[in-house]
């Protein structure tokens, strides 16, 4: 079992940046790769980023390109989620979640956290 907890949502303005958080706990030697996703009210869940344990491979949606970066502390037990120029459209529940492959679908995540609220303000 994998416990996965998300910190470090605000509120902002626009062109403002956040630093989340998500720390694991539990079987984390296991070496998932973790992703972050976001869920807007009456939207569907949306891939954001991937990092892989091996080899800290990244993967990021087109959204998130050029102003979103991932990364892992080095212990391993903390993904952070840097999100620079900040957009109204990026306000959401951001959730970390635990895979063993780099997929952008929900469904192949074993393992998920409770979520950070971001809000942007413009």
């Known amino acids: 079992q994998v416990r996965l907890v998300e910190s470090g949502g605000g509120l902002v303005q626009a062109g403002g940046s956040l630093r989340l958080s998500c720390a694991g706990s539990?079987?984390?030697?296991?070496?998932?790769?973790i992703g972050w996703f976001r869920q807007a009210p009456g939207k569907e869940r949306e891939f954001v980023a991937v990092?892989?344990?091996?080899?800290?491979?990244?993967k990021y949606a087109n959204s998130a390109k050029g102003r979103f970066t991932i990364s892992r502390d080095n212990d391993g037990n903390t993904v952070y989620l840097q999100m620079n120029s900040l957009k109204p459209e990026d306000t959401a529940v951001y959730l970390c979640?635990?895979?063993?492959?780099?997929?952008?679908?929900?469904?192949?995540?074993?393992?998920w956290g409770q979520g950070t609220q971001v809000t942007v303000s413009s």
């Open positions: 990092l892989s344990w091996v080899g800290r491979i990244t």
């Open positions: 539990g079987r984390t030697g296991s070496y998932y790769n």
């Open positions: 979640a635990a895979s063993v492959g780099m997929s952008e679908y929900p469904s192949s995540y074993v393992y």
